[in-house]
């Protein structure tokens, strides 16, 4: 199909896409079916999505030849596209986001043509992408009674089979779909339990956990019960859930064969609560064997998506192989028929604030950072130290205290007074000058705990630092704290009062 044959009328397709496109329509991709039927008499089309057999993709990969074939047609937009970082210098680039284009195509010695169509579903708020596969009569094959070609059948087969395994990507629900993401998979490239720093019987039971379901199907079906799981990771923000989560999702894609990680992004900007877990799960049960993952739980599970997604887990359709985590800095905000009731989530994994032994632990993971770096001393007993120093921190709290003093040190601001003697680390003052507020919380201001500094290590610049910025760090959650406070006192004397006939006639 290297030149437009005298039957074939290409411009007809373009002319009726770009008059059809200019006003109102309700179904595009019938449209441009019907469109391409006529220019193209004689030859077989099939029309496709990409969300399930990515041609163009496949092709890229090197399991088939692609080359645009412009004079058949062509509607795109350029667009400029800045690196997704803005220190990488020199990897900004131009890109055509393909309205209306063909492409010469190749798989097999067996030549077709593939339309390329995109469109803005304004019902949807999303781009909806149609590829067209046109088989010319010299392609081997006679269409079947329900009018598909064999041949065009073998490529979706294997092009389809292709696109539904990860290549270095990760499925992420977002914006109504379930799109393929490179750069989430490479954000979590490398992460292992060894960077986990946790309670040694929570991390072991929940690495575990994972790894049996996905170990012991035929165990499950020995034992006739559904071969599915829900896990959930909750606890204050800041103490190792996420870096769980991908220390989890990378161990599963080391696997042989990969179990692939669905991440449920966001809700927003769904249609309706029920089509969206329907999209959710059924793309799931596609997918599975399967990581599910619902970071921020309470906030994807709310009143109007409880039952959706409750009848998504126990309703009929089988969800076979999927193991559903969920992730929540609020376990009490959560309906008690999801995280109580076996069978929906079965387990539940408590991330605390850390205690010496992990704080210890971490301080040393830390050190291990910084050995290799000449500029930088980290004595071996400074651990013990920030490890009594940081009592009551999140991990998320004296991983800020390690990046600010390091950075301060690399950055040659060495000479830093801690306040106060060096001995021991100053209280702070946790007085305010709204003493009801204070006195409402019915809790003690955070102080910061006195230290005792061993000899070799006064004097030590890392020390200093440290001292100071640790100083700051617990001002900060002392003021989170009492906004926390003022904003509930707040809450609750801004509540509505409902009137007494809510509540029947009251006896006083």
Not at 366 to 377: I, N
Request: aromatic share 10%.
């Amino acid at each position: 199909m290297d030149t437009i044959d005298k039957n074939e009328n290409p411009a007809l397709a373009f002319e009726g896409w770009t008059e059809h496109a200019s006003r109102d329509r309700i179904s595009t991709d019938t449209k441009v079916h019907q469109l391409l039927s006529t220019a193209y008499p004689g030859h077989h089309v099939t029309r496709t999505q990409t969300s399930s057999c990515d041609l163009l993709g496949f092709a890229d990969a090197g399991y088939a030849t692609k080359t645009p074939d412009r004079p058949r047609g062509y509607d795109a937009i350029r667009k400029f596209v800045a690196p997704k970082l803005r220190y990488e210098k020199g990897n900004d680039k131009l890109e055509d986001e393909v309205r209306f284009g063909a492409w010469k195509y190749e798989w097999e010695s067996h030549q077709f043509l593939v339309y390329e169509l995109s469109f803005r579903d304004y019902l949807l708020s999303r781009v909806i992408r149609f590829l067209y596969v046109i088989t010319p009569p010299s392609v081997d094959g006679a269409v079947d009674i329900d009018g598909n070609h064999p041949k065009t059948d073998e490529l979706l087969l294997v092009a389809g089979k292709w696109t539904k395994e990860m290549h270095d990507e990760i499925w992420v629900f977002d914006n109504q779909q379930w799109m393929k993401d490179k750069e989430l998979y490479r954000s979590v490239l490398g992460a292992s339990w060894d960077d986990v720093i946790l309670d040694p019987s929570i991390k072991s039971s929940l690495a575990q956990d994972v790894e049996s379901f996905f170990n012991n199907q035929s165990l499950y079906k020995t034992l006739r019960v559904p071969w599915k799981r829900g896990v959930i990771l909750h606890g204050v923000p800041g103490n190792g859930k996420t870096v769980s989560i991908k220390a989890i999702i990378n161990s599963l894609a080391a696997r042989n064969p990969p179990v692939p990680a669905m991440y449920v992004k966001s809700l927003d900007g769904c249609s309706h609560p029920k089509v969206a877990m329907q999209q959710i799960f059924s793309k799931s049960r596609i997918v599975a064997p399967c990581l599910l993952i619902f970071e921020d739980l309470d906030s994807l599970v709310e009143d109007k998506t409880r039952s959706y997604f409750l009848n998504e887990v126990d309703g009929l359709d089988s969800n076979e192989g999927i193991l559903m985590i969920g992730s929540t800095n609020h376990l009490e905000g959560i309906d008690a028929a999801i995280t109580k009731r076996p069978s929906r989530f079965d387990r539940k994994y408590h991330f605390k604030v850390p205690e010496h032994a992990l704080r210890m632990a971490y301080c040393h993971h830390w050190r291990e950072k910084v050995l290799d770096s000449p500029a930088l001393a980290f004595p071996v007993e400074l651990c013990s130290v920030i490890a009594d120093l940081t009592d009551g921190f999140t991990f998320a709290y004296i991983k800020e205290l390690f990046i600010s003093s390091l950075l301060m040190l690399a950055g040659g601001t060495r000479d830093i007074e801690a306040g106060g003697d060096n001995s021991s680390g100053a209280a702070l003052d946790s007085s305010s000058d709204e003493n009801e507020d204070s006195a409402s919380s019915n809790k003690p201001g955070r102080v910061m705990p006195a230290v005792t500094i061993p000899k070799e290590l006064e004097g030590d610049p890392l020390l200093a630092v440290i001292l100071a910025e640790a100083k700051l760090l617990w001002e900060q959650m002392e003021n989170e704290e009492t906004d926390a406070v003022k904003r509930k006192k707040a809450a609750t004397v801004c509540a509505p009062r409902l009137p007494d006939f809510v509540f029947g006639l009251r006896d006083d």
